[in-house]
């Protein structure tokens, strides 16, 4: 399996690289902070943090995401929607960050989650290029299913137009109504 990608639409300019438009005015990936505040989205409707490719970044994305969700009040959600954050983070550390890289800026990508009426919005944003596709691989396979995973468990999905400094993948996971 081939894990570069020719993205027709990426800008391939020598020009400095200017971060997408979901990340301007954000705090820089080194700094802590809550996407959500910064926004003018209260805390309650919204969640982000920054993760790594490593396992240990990737097992606290879904923990974060677990308690996120339990906080929310939405315990019976949990299992799909980890197992939807869980596709997303390993996409975005298999296909855009170096997981074994021995310097302190190796790549991170984040996680965010907005609560909405009837939904939460699970969204990856790292540095690749490159939008995902739906695969298919055949039976005996080991690989290649995320997509498929999502795109079952979620009522929708989709990519936000691939820059050279990156993208966003995000899934809708239907809730009940929030309560007033």
């Known amino acids: 399996m081939t894990t570069a990608c020719h993205a027709k639409d990426v800008d391939d300019a020598s020009e400095p690289v200017e971060p997408p438009a979901f990340a301007r005015g954000l705090p820089a990936q080194s700094e802590e902070g809550d996407w959500g505040l910064l926004m003018g989205i209260s805390a ?10 490593d ?7 879904r923990h974060f ?4 969700m339990d906080e929310w009040g939405l315990t019976a959600y949990v299992e799909d929607a980890v197992i939807v954050i869980g596709e997303l983070i390993a996409n975005a550390a298999r296909h855009a960050l170096e997981s074994d890289s021995r310097d302190e ?14 939904a939460v919005i699970c969204a990856v944003a790292d540095p690749s290029p490159c939008a995902p596709t739906l695969q298919h691989p055949g039976h005996l396979s080991e690989s290649g299913r995320g997509m498929q ?10 990519c936000s137009q691939p820059q050279r400094s ?10 009940p109504p929030q309560q007033p």
Request: no cysteine; glycine share 8%.
């Open 44 to 53: 309650a409707e919204f969640a982000a943090r920054k993760f790594s490719a």
């Open 55 to 61: 396992s240990a970044g990737l097992q606290y994305a």
């Open 65 to 68: 995401a677990r308690n996120v």
């Open 105 to 118: 800026t190796r790549a991170t990508a984040w996680l965010g989650l907005v609560r909405r009426q009837q």
């Open 149 to 158: 995973i999502i795109e079952a468990l979620s009522a929708s999905w989709g």
């Open 166 to 175: 990156g993208k966003m993948v995000w899934a809708r996971l239907p809730t």
